[in-house]
């Protein structure tokens, strides 16, 4: 990986590009495109792959995990409508770039991987980048109890269905934005909790995610 965070001229024109690209695919909310016109991504990658790292592809990361394409990033991050503030809960960190998409636009991030090379990669990448959640080692198919209720819930990998123990950590008026389906497709989902026993669910676009793996997914 990318430890002398080199962001030059070349690296920030790839950036404005891509928030041009994104931006013709249907991404409109403003203050995404330029948190992700900020975070550097070639961060993410070994520098033998800088030139693949502001194409909108997903790529792999090891340990049979990949970090987003950029429009699934940027297409989650505006289904959560962020507000400065928010408490928001991540499953799988991953790379940590939708972690840091989260944190540029104001969230208070508590984020949980499973993985223990990437978690252990991660902790030691995001803070030396200015980064600086709330890093879990865990399952996160069950959340974070410990810290609940949340104004927002993201997940990033593909689930069979939305487990109730994450709705119960929402709180009300919170949303949960997860995609569901089986391990080939996903249809990404929002769940909105309007009331302490009542939720609104809404299906939309197809993905393909790799899979939730833990006691409440795969």
């Not at 695919?25 to 502001?54: C, M, S």
């Not at 991953?94 to 990437?118: D, K």
């Not at 198919?141 to 593909?158: E, F, L, R």
């Not at 995609?179 to 909105?192: F, L, N, Y």
Request: overall charge neutral; charged content about 25%; aromatic content about 12%.
């Amino acid at each position: 990986m990318a430890y002398k965070f080199v962001d030059n001229y070349r690296e920030k024109g790839a950036r404005k590009k891509l928030v041009e690209h994104l931006e013709a695919r249907g991404i409109t909310d403003k203050r995404v495109l330029r948190a992700i016109g900020k975070v550097p991504r070639h961060f993410f990658f070994d520098e033998t792959f800088w030139n693949q790292a502001y194409k909108d592809i997903a790529f792999p990361i090891g340990d049979g995990q990949t970090i987003s394409q950029p429009y699934t990033v940027a297409y989650q991050s505006e289904l959560l409508h962020i507000k400065k503030g928010d408490k928001v809960l991540e499953i799988g960190t991953g790379s940590g770039y939708q972690t840091c998409i989260l944190m540029e636009l104001g969230a208070n991030v508590y984020t949980i991987e499973r993985q223990e090379s990437i978690y252990r990669h991660t902790i030691r990448v995001l803070p030396g980048m200015g980064y600086n959640a709330h890093f879990f080692f865990g399952d996160g198919s069950k959340g974070i109890a410990d810290h609940a209720p949340y104004h927002k819930i993201i997940v990033t990998a593909g689930a069979p269905f939305v487990p109730e123990i994450l709705l119960k950590q929402l709180k009300v008026g919170g949303i949960l934005v997860i995609p569901v389906g089986d391990e080939h497709s996903q249809k990404m989902v929002t769940v909105i909790r309007v009331s302490e026993t009542d939720y609104e669910r809404i299906e939309l676009d197809t993905f393909r995610f790799v899979p939730l793996v833990g006691d409440q997914a795969w």
